[in-house]
């Protein structure tokens, strides 16, 4: 079972940026795909980033163009670069894998999350 630990969140202010780190244990990271997804107080779960284990990647609409998702399969890490940020960006971000290569691949392992306040 992988598992996945989430860094790097906290306060800042509309317009800055963050980086989000996901750590996976294990060695066969490099085989699958992974994501973020967040949580406002509130409202449903909605997935913001996807990258498939060959680097092929997927965003919300209402990320496209702020948010890149990058992965060093050397350090079993994914990432979360978020630029612009917005006040409606504030959530609890997610890491998740999937269980197999594909963006479309089942869902697997989730972390507890690291929460992202953007202050207006």
């Known amino acids: 079972q992988v598992q996945l630990v989430e860094s790097g969140g906290g306060l800042v202010q509309a317009g800055g940026s963050l980086r989000l780190s996901c750590a996976a244990s294990g060695s066969i990271f490099r085989l699958y795909a992974m994501g973020w997804s967040r949580q406002a107080p509130g409202k449903q779960r909605e997935l913001v980033a996807g990258?498939?284990?060959?680097?092929?990647?997927n965003y919300a609409d209402s990320v496209k163009g702020r948010f890149t998702i990058s992965r060093d399969n050397a350090k079993n890490t994914v990432y979360l670069q978020m630029n612009s940020l917005k006040p409606e960006d504030t959530a609890v971000y997610y890491c998740y894998s999937r269980s197999g290569p594909f963006l479309t691949s089942g869902m697997g392992a989730w972390g507890k999350g690291t929460l992202v306040t953007v202050s207006s």
């Open positions: 990258i498939s284990s060959d680097g092929s990647t």
